[in-house]
């Protein structure tokens, strides 16, 4: 079982609706990171929390809004999307940023589809 | 930059077959870490297994090996007597410790893996 949970597993949205994809880790790691990945793509880097502070935003559109509440739990809130914006959504952690050697976590991910 | 390429983007073996995954990275870090990641259909990637810069030794674990040659930037990674449970999407990545580039993982783009039974 990974140790990184995503929830839900599988959201369907139409392009005015808001929503949000929930991450939580326990393993007391001070870094989280959202990435996207498309089919047959690798994943896509989009923001990147360190210490319940936003330290990278890969220029994604504001559509997509993070929040880090607290060491374990990080969200990505979604608000008229896009149909490209069709993916899978994975969350990771790691102990933190600034180890080069430490292997970030991933979560199942949330597979979403805009209608 | 950081870079890492994957040229395989789909194996088929058979069943009990040994397959080799190459994975070729650059960067003019002296210091950086390189990663396998094992994606299955569920999604999930699977963290398997890291290597630093400065440690060339090769390590087998299990049915998994990893030969990492500084010499050649490469850092492929074979699986001995496959099964149909290693199919999966396996990624190599790369991180390096300075300045904007911290906490990035610089993927390559992926070899698909399937086993036939």
């Known amino acids: 079982d990974t140790e990184v949970t995503q929830t839900p597993k599988h959201l369907v949205m139409g392009m005015t609706n808001k929503k949000s994809l929930k991450c939580e880790q326990h393993m007391g790691h001070r870094a989280m990171y959202w990435y996207k990945q498309k089919a047959k793509k690798p994943p896509e880097l989009m923001f990147v929390?360190?210490?319940?502070?936003?330290?990278i935003n890969e220029s994604v559109p504001s559509r997509f809004s993070p929040e880090c509440p607290n060491s374990s739990l990080l969200n990505l809130h979604l608000h008229a999307l896009q149909p490209e914006d069709s993916a899978l959504y994975l969350c990771?952690?790691?102990?933190?940023?600034?180890?080069?050697?430490?292997?970030?976590?991933f979560g199942d991910g949330t597979r979403l589809s805009i209608l | 930059a950081q870079k890492v390429t994957q040229a395989q983007t789909e194996i088929s073996v058979v069943e009990k077959e040994d397959v080799t995954l190459d994975c070729v990275y650059e960067t003019r870090d002296t210091t950086y870490y390189l990663f396998w990641y094992k994606q299955p259909p569920s999604g999930e990637l699977v963290f398997l297994i890291r290597r630093n810069s400065f440690d060339e030794q090769n390590e087998i674990s299990g049915r998994y090996s990893w030969n990492f040659q500084k010499s050649t930037s490469s850092f492929n990674f074979t699986i001995t007597a496959s099964q149909v449970v290693d199919s999966a999407v396996y990624f190599c990545a790369l991180r390096v410790g300075r300045g904007s580039t911290l906490g990035r993982l610089y993927f390559g783009r992926g070899t698909q893996l399937t086993v036939w039974p």
């Open positions: 929390y360190s210490y319940e502070k936003l330290s």
């Open positions: 990771a952690s790691s102990q933190h940023t600034g180890g080069v050697r430490q292997p970030q976590h």
